[in-house]
């Protein structure tokens, strides 16, 4: 099969399409023809060697852990899904190495989802990793209905989920955002509130008692969340481990499958949206990458696969 894959950290430049072996399909794991793969940070940080004392990296490697396909085949003891059904995962295994970049990738079936209806492919790629972030934080931190959310960093990939899922539970919304992204967030159901110095008279200008939840996607707002924050209010940040000594969770996302399928009939149920920036071929991926990098992509980048061997 054809994969874009690494020999060594680097910079985008040592990405090169090449001829791989095709998965091997073990116990209870799924081979799945990739339709769609889609960009995070954590994919070239990864391949630049920034994380290289957090995770095991067997090169060649071949980065990507969101994915969106069609089941090839699978192994034995697998037992929930059939060749043919169109899945998604967040497919982040023990260690790096065969990723979604490339024609076909085995996942465990712990890890999958049924395709939401509502998405075509490249939103269903764009949903995995940012959509189960935003939805694990939000349940973990128990967000009700008539609640109120502040969301930090709203226009970025996890905050234009997290807006939508937090309204999609019945919570009132704020987020944070540039200026120029104000219309942005407020079209996915948010109030918007300018980030920087004075976020939090801001907030509670807006909301004179307080808000019942605080979830940081971006980091640096510690002080500000404590500020705004009611008497027993819950917050969490994915960016920002300083959290944990003020009451808060720090979290990473996790590949629970159970919880993606909940997010994916989430997302059928209330419309929700998966904004893509951009579509590049999977032997144009280094170009994907470097948009990724440069920060100003308003949306998810998306990587598509067709057939190139």
Not at 25 to 32: A, F, H, K, Q, S
Not at 249 to 267: C, F, K, R, Y
Not at 268 to 279: A, C, E, L
Request: no cysteine; hydrophobic share 45%.
């Amino acid at each position: 099969m054809k994969a874009m894959t690494y020999k060594e950290y680097g910079n985008p430049d040592v990405l090169e399409l090449t001829d791989a072996p095709l998965p091997k399909v073990g116990p209870g794991m799924v081979l799945i023809k990739v339709k769609a793969a889609s960009v995070n940070p954590v994919d070239w940080k990864i391949m630049a060697g920034y994380l290289d004392e957090a995770m095991d990296l067997q090169f060649p490697a071949i980065p990507g852990w969101d994915v969106a396909g069609v089941i090839e085949s699978v192994g034995i003891d697998a037992p929930h899904f059939q060749p043919g059904d169109e899945v998604i995962s967040y497919g982040r295994k023990d260690y790096v190495h065969g990723g979604s970049f490339a024609e076909y990738i085995s996942l465990p079936e712990r890890v999958l989802a049924r395709r939401p209806k509502s998405l075509d492919w490249a939103g269903s790629a764009g949903l995995p990793l940012a959509g189960l972030t935003a939805y694990q934080v939000l349940t973990r931190l128990k967000l009700t209905e008539n609640e109120t959310v502040l969301i930090h960093g709203g226009a970025g990939g996890v905050g234009t989920l997290g807006i939508q899922i937090a309204a999609a539970l019945g919570a009132r919304v704020l987020a944070t955002a540039s200026e120029k992204n104000h219309d942005f967030v407020r079209s996915l159901g948010a109030e918007s509130v300018t980030y920087g110095d004075g976020v939090a008279d801001r907030v509670l200008a807006l909301v004179p008692g307080g808000v019942d939840v605080v979830a940081d996607f971006v980091g640096g707002n510690l002080a500000a969340t404590l500020a705004v924050l009611t008497d027993g209010g819950r917050h969490a940040s994915i960016a920002d481990s300083e959290v944990e000594q003020h009451g808060g969770t720090w979290m990473w996302v996790n590949p629970i499958g159970s919880d993606l399928q909940e997010l994916a009939d989430l997302v059928d149920k209330h419309g929700i949206q998966v904004k893509i920036d951009s579509s590049f071929p999977l032997e144009e991926a280094a170009d994907a990458f470097r948009l990724s990098m440069d920060g100003h992509a308003r949306g998810k980048i998306v990587v598509t696969v067709d057939e190139l061997s």
